[in-house]
């Protein structure tokens, strides 16, 4: 009697477990959220050609540059979520590879690139957190390979406060890095 009481149990859960899912396949998406990333990516490069302040030399003299031009949280996060799921993406290509039959010079070098991705991610966020310190309301740092752009929420907006913060990501990184900080007002 017992063994028919689980057993009616377990039928009850799973049939529970494939109706939420046949709702959750059917149920369409949200397209108003893809529709504001899309419009704030669109706002983004029209502002990035409209508006941009006098370059700022580094200490190796290398050029940057500071810009302004406003922003919300919103902006922030979804910036962030776009560079953590291109990452996302590119280990999940490369721990294809892993499991893939390729050479072990290969899987050893797709290895270190997963390595330097999550590296690449700790150093933007130490960056992000030592700029916030900085009395900023917040901060996004985007590392691409020798380039680091810098996004802040300031109220202040001035080449003095964007050479403090270049000098910061280059004792973090590196002299050879190319800094470009951009500030937006809250």
């Known amino acids: 009697m017992l063994l028919k009481k689980q057993t009616v149990w377990l039928l009850t859960m799973l049939s529970l477990v494939v109706v939420l899912s046949v709702y959750y396949i059917t149920t369409p998406q949200k397209p108003a959220n893809d529709m504001a990333v899309s419009e704030e990516k669109k706002k983004d490069q029209e502002n990035k050609k409209t508006t941009a302040a006098e370059p700022a030399k580094n200490e190796k003299g290398a ?5 302004t031009e406003p922003a919300n949280d919103e902006v922030f996060e979804a910036m962030r979520m776009d560079i953590e799921d291109q990452r996302n993406k590119e280990k999940e290509d490369l721990n294809v590879a892993l499991a893939s039959d390729i050479s072990t010079k290969e899987k050893n070098a797709a290895f270190e690139k997963i390595k330097d991705l999550d590296k690449l991610s700790v150093t933007e ?4 957190s030592q700029i916030v310190a900085m009395n900023y309301e ?3 740092v985007k590392i691409d390979g020798n380039n680091v752009h810098v996004l802040v929420k300031s109220k202040k907006q001035s080449n003095t406060a ?5 000098n910061t990501v280059t004792k973090e990184i ?3 890095a190319n ?8």
Request: no cysteine.
């Open 138 to 140: 917040g901060a996004l």
């Open 179 to 186: 800094v470009a900080v951009e500030f937006q007002p809250k």
């Open 174 to 176: 590196g002299s050879s």
């Open 125 to 128: 966020g130490l960056l992000e």
């Open 63 to 67: 050029s940057a540059k500071a810009v």
């Open 162 to 166: 964007a050479n403090e913060i270049m």
